[in-house]
């Protein structure tokens, strides 16, 4: 099985509509991030958490909110979709100083 | 402002070559830095990583290399396989971990 699991993995939405990406971890890892990523620009930090009780906002955090639930868990809420919020959205998890494990990522088209 | 970017955005080589893929990085206290490889519709995946007091790094077809002086990182591939084709990003890791900085990414042909 996967180490990191998004759902769902594609989705449409309507402008205004709110909508909530999950992602969950088997690595046992504190460290969980949210990213987006569009063509030409890689990937941008929306939101990272250190642990259960620690949520940071990353370079892009307007238009977007988190929720850590478990330690394996962090859902990522867009609460009123707009369509510049399309794109790829990946989910990772890390230890302190190690590499990130990313999720398949899930496809957002806002229309 | 910090920033990791890349010199090139696509790359060809031919079967068998060698690649080689570079990075520049802005923030001279950055400790950690990692290459990642990302296939198409897939997430990114770790391939190798250096720490900022060592230069070079070696895996299973790929090295890694790291020249603080000119701040710039280079991940070479031997034997260049259709496999190895995907969007090669470079990450850098200030102190503590605290902050992972991604650059815009490589994209890789490799042709047969």
């Known amino acids: 099985d996967a180490d990191v699991t998004q759902t769902p993995r594609n989705r449409i939405t309507k402008t205004g509509k709110r909508i909530m990406l999950e992602c969950s971890q088997t690595?046992?890892?504190?460290?969980m991030y949210w990213y987006r990523q569009d063509p030409g620009l890689g990937l941008r930090l929306i939101y990272y958490s250190f642990d259960v009780k620690d949520i940071n906002k990353g370079e892009i955090s307007d238009g977007y909110s988190v929720s850590r639930q478990a330690q394996a868990k962090f859902s990522l809420s867009l609460e009123s979709a707009i369509p510049n919020q399309t794109a790829l959205y990946f989910c990772a998890t890390s230890s302190l100083g190690y590499e990130q494990y990313f999720g398949p990522g899930t496809r957002l088209t806002v229309t | 402002g910090e920033s990791v970017g890349l010199h090139l955005p696509t790359l060809s080589v031919q079967e068998g070559d060698n690649s080689i893929i570079n990075c520049a990085y802005s923030n001279s206290a950055s400790d950690y830095f990692i290459w990642y490889k990302q296939e198409s519709g897939k997430g990114p995946q770790f391939i190798i990583d250096i720490r900022s007091n060592m230069d070079k790094r070696q895996g299973q077809r790929v090295t890694v290399l790291l020249n603080k002086t000119v701040k710039h990182l280079s991940l070479q591939i031997a034997a260049t396989q259709p496999g190895d084709s995907a969007v090669y990003f470079c990450?850098?890791?200030?102190?503590?971990?605290?902050?992972?900085?991604f650059g815009a990414g490589t994209r890789l042909f490799v042709k047969a």
């Open positions: 990450a850098e890791n200030g102190p503590g971990g605290f902050k992972t900085i």
């Open positions: 690595k046992g890892h504190d460290r």
